[in-house]
């Protein structure tokens, strides 16, 4: 497989994974840089370009709620988690540990077999 | 910082403009951020420095993209509905336009052979980049409004109405309905337009058959309005059939005995000798016409050949 087939299939797996890490984030406010920051600090790293235009789309889809604030002499949008987003979260969340569960146990048999 | 606000401005440029202000503003608090960070480690930013965080974030047009990606001219759950209507127009269009030009071609004392084939290209060309702006268009327009996600596609099929599986040739092109469609129709404007043009008009005409000729054509007539039939049935079913093979293959089979039978009649033509007078003689032309009808008659002979050799393996 070439390094352009690996990034390409890598990028289609983290894709949806991004954003259940940005709506589990985003249970605390975040502004875009602390939001960035806090995911690299957990493992995630996700270049910006990928992240701002993110959190907007999932704004616009009421799952954030988002509010500009005055900090440090600037303004900042700080953006969270909204009712809807949390119902959202805990069923994705349950997805998410299903399929864990279905893949670890494929991955596993699949380990074992080579 | 006269570099980020060129740089928000570049990237605000290639924005609808009802998101410009809020992508630029947000835009904006995130690049200080980034910016702040950066001279946290490093101390004092220099224009260098910037100029690489920026180029580091993309180019204007990659970021905007990001976060209003572009749309598509025709949204993909229209497509395919898009290209079927467009080959259908365009299939109409030219056999209108077919008709049209041979008409004035055969009224026409000034109109040769060559000057027929660009009118009827050239002005197909004309018509059909009309028909498709207009087509494109309104799928256009229909792309803009919210997409019908499952166009053509609807929960109401059931899989016993699929056709049977066959071979890939199975499935009738609409260009092949079309050409013959045109092809039919050609044939019928040039036996019967004695009937719809003066007498002037005709002592004007560029081509004239033999009245033997044209006699074996008039008694042909229903042949051509079954194979005109046939068409338009076959743009209805779009998939051969057993009794649609048969009805092809004698169609076909009909047609090459009528152009070779033509082929050995004489005189073919009935010319205007004092028009060719110096190019051509009689004979030549005669000749000519003749070899043309032989080389006709090849192509329905061939697709009568072929498609019984279809009708034997199809169930």
């Not at chain 2, 041979?102 to 004392?109: D, G, P, V």
């Not at chain 2, 109109?111 to 309104?138: K, N, V, W």
């Not at chain 2, 030549?284 to 061939?302: G, H, K, N, Y």
């Amino acid at each position: 497989m070439t390094s352009a087939q690996l990034d390409k299939m890598r990028l289609e797996l983290r894709r949806g994974v991004l954003v259940l890490a940005v709506l589990a984030s985003l249970k605390q406010p975040h502004y875009g840089y602390s939001l960035r920051k806090q995911l690299q600090d957990g493992g995630i790293d996700i270049d910006e370009g990928t992240l701002y235009p993110l959190i907007r789309r999932l704004a616009e889809q009421e799952l954030l709620t988002s509010e500009w604030q005055q900090g440090e002499g600037r303004e900042r949008r700080y953006y969270q988690l909204s009712e809807l987003g949390a119902q959202l979260l805990g069923q994705l969340t349950d997805e998410w540990q299903h399929l864990n569960g279905a893949l670890g146990n494929l991955l596993g048999t699949a380990s074992k077999e080579k | 910082m006269e570099l980020v606000k060129r740089y928000i401005a570049a990237v605000q440029r290639e924005l609808p403009e009802v998101k410009r202000d809020e992508i630029g503003r947000e835009l904006t608090a995130n690049i200080m951020d980034q910016l702040d960070a950066l001279a946290e480690q490093q101390g004092a930013l220099t224009e260098a420095d910037i100029a690489a965080l920026l180029k580091q974030m993309g180019h204007p047009r990659k970021v905007a993209q990001q976060y209003v990606p572009p749309q598509p001219f025709i949204n993909a759950s229209y497509m395919a509905l898009y290209k079927n209507t467009l080959f259908m127009v365009l299939g109409i269009l030219f056999v209108l336009h077919l008709v049209e030009v041979t008409t004035y071609w055969l009224s026409s004392a000034n109109m040769g052979l060559i000057r027929y084939g660009f009118a009827l290209f050239g002005g197909f060309i004309d018509e059909a980049c009309f028909g498709f702006t207009s087509i494109t268009l309104a799928y256009w327009l229909m792309s803009r409004q919210q997409p019908v996600a499952n166009t053509g596609c609807g929960a109401n099929w059931q899989p016993e109405k699929l056709p049977p599986a066959g071979p890939g040739w199975q499935h009738i092109k609409l260009q092949d309905i079309f050409t013959d469609l045109a092809s039919y129709i050609f044939l019928l404007v040039v036996i019967w337009y004695p009937l719809y043009m003066s007498a002037e008009q005709l002592a004007q005409s560029a081509l004239l058959l033999s009245s033997n000729v044209r006699l074996i054509l008039q008694y042909s007539t229903p042949l051509i309005v079954l194979g005109i039939v046939h068409s338009l049935w076959q743009l209805r079913q779009r998939l051969w059939s057993r009794n649609m093979l048969a009805t092809h293959v004698l169609l076909n089979a009909t047609i090459a005995v009528i152009a070779l039978y033509l082929a050995s009649t004489s005189p073919l033509l009935q010319l205007n000798t004092e028009r060719w007078l110096g190019v051509f003689n009689l004979q030549q032309i005669e000749r000519s016409a003749m070899i043309t009808l032989v080389i006709i008659a090849l192509f329905p002979a061939w697709e009568a050949l072929r498609d019984s050799l279809r009708l034997r393996n199809l169930k």
